[in-house]
């Protein structure tokens, strides 16, 4: 682990139960985050990526999910391990989440104040009235207007803007290590897109917050993002600085997200490049590779052998990809 690793995730293994058998939504998971880093996960929906995020913070409904195997070490302090009492201590003090959806995130019956001071009571020890104090003020610093009356309002009261900022204020409140912000922009005009992100990064830099994006907007993730880690089927198939992956995706299904974004320039009747076919069935993933059906560079191996990880040493830097196209003699991924 280097000096400045703050979180590593080592073969996360995450499972649902379902009447069709047992679905693997995190299959040996791992990726490191540095200390300010901004890591990005991008990948179709049903990736996995959100399961994986959860899992870090041990929120896996049991049952039917439970997390089966690997290890989440925070500060060389495995979650997986950790008592309960232990982990409510984490959550929201030192990594804190951005939920996808801010309106059924929110309590509909409790004024947004309340919802913000809960942490800064249980986490900082404020009372009452010096947590209430504290809300209004961090809703005036992520930019709600006339705070001290809007602090009295339910959340249904507030745009979808506005709750997303107030998620915001909550995951910031007591100055995370970590913060998760799973599909942050989502449902937002593109107005609103930028000033979330423009927040989100204005707090990382006047803390040295380390950040993981989980987005399907690869506009966001060029935007924001340090490293990416690109997801499909519960595992990550490629893992790269943004620079690299962008300018030089090396999985076949990275190429074809990258290819679907539509250009500026195409003009006129030139068709917009899809991915063929649909996700594969977790609860009845095919032998192999499970890109192979969608991959037009699918090769026999591909339907009998699951490939592993390997580590490819660029210019850029280090980057791992899951494929049979490279070569498999050279230094393997972590399982």
């Not at 907007?217 to 089927?233: F, H, N």
């Not at 649909?278 to 059906?293: E, H, I, M, T, Y």
Request: with cysteine.
């Amino acid at each position: 682990m280097h000096e400045t690793t703050i979180l590593q995730v080592e073969g996360l293994v995450t499972e649902f139960k379902s009447e069709r058998g047992i679905v693997n939504a995190v299959n040996k998971v791992s990726f490191d985050l540095e200390r300010g880093q901004t890591l990005g996960i991008v990948g179709e929906s049903g990736s996995g990526k959100s399961v994986t995020n959860l899992s870090i913070l041990r929120l896996i409904e049991y049952p039917p999910g439970r997390i089966t195997g690997g290890k989440v070490l925070f500060h060389d302090q495995d979650l997986l391990s950790v008592s309960e009492n232990e982990m409510l201590s984490i959550r929201g003090k030192h990594i804190s989440m951005i939920f996808q959806d801010p309106l059924t995130s929110l309590n509909p019956v409790i004024k947004v104040w309340k919802q913000i001071a809960e942490t800064l009571m249980l986490h900082q020890g404020m009372k009452k009235q010096e947590a209430k104090k504290q809300a209004i003020e961090l809703l005036r610093i992520i930019g709600i207007p006339d705070p001290e009356m809007r602090a009295e309002c339910y959340p249904h009261q507030f745009s979808g803007g506005m709750r997303q900022r107030v998620m915001i204020a909550m995951a910031l409140s007591c100055n995370p290590d970590i913060l998760i912000a799973d599909e942050p922009t989502t449902a937002l005009d593109v107005t609103i897109q930028a000033q979330i992100l423009d927040l989100i990064r204005e707090k990382k830099e006047q803390y040295q917050t380390s950040v993981i994006m989980i987005t399907h907007d690869l506009g966001v993730i060029a935007e924001m993002c340090d490293q990416v880690c690109v997801m499909y089927a519960g595992r990550i198939v490629e893992r790269a600085g943004v620079e690299a992956l962008f300018g030089s995706p090396k999985h076949p299904y990275t190429r074809g997200l990258l290819e679907s974004i539509p250009r500026m320039g195409n003009v006129g009747t030139q068709r917009l490049h899809s991915i063929k076919g649909s996700p594969p069935d977790l609860a009845n993933l095919p032998p192999g590779c499970p890109f192979r059906d969608r991959c037009d560079k699918a090769m026999d191996i591909c339907a009998s052998q699951l490939p592993p990880e390997v580590v490819l040493q660029e210019a850029e830097g280090e980057r791992t990809v899951a494929c049979w196209l490279y070569p498999q003699e050279g230094k393997h991924g972590r399982a």
